[in-house]
């Protein structure tokens, strides 16, 4: 069961294709409200992974799912276009096809938790895999450490900010 403190209620407008990622990084621990793009499947649909854009440094992350502990585990970065995430268009990954799921099917793979803590190694991982790479590759399937399982009670809320709507 998901014992993480709620984050406040979303301000108007808020975008039902987010959820809050619990982050320990330099800029501090927090709660940030991240934009889920779609999803990854491979063929057999066995391997099931979230794309969630970072809005701080506009990455598209590729989780792993750990609904036991909570947890999202960075398996790659993508650079594939919002749109391309349509349920029809594919990509190669480690000589692996993956289909583009929309982002409503990322949220029912979610099941509706809103509230994930990022494990912090694992962006690390993927982050240097990268730069050393330069394409999308998959980190290892799963780093075994003592993970965050708990978001603390009291800490601060970054919401995404809703464009400006144009006036007539």
Known sequence: MDRSPPAPPAPLGHNRRSIFIYTEEQRGNQLVESMVIGMLSDVSGSDKLVVVLDPFSNIKFVYRIDHESNNLDAAAITEQDEAVFNGKTSVQINSMS???????????????????????????????????????????PRIERDRVRKVPQGVPVEYLSEPAVPTA
């Open 98 to 140: 993956y289909k583009l799921g929309t982002a409503e099917n990322a949220m029912k793979l979610l099941r509706g938790k809103t509230h994930w803590i990022q494990d912090k190694g694992a962006v690390l991982s993927v982050l240097l895999q990268n730069a050393a790479a330069r394409k999308t590759r998959f980190a290892p």
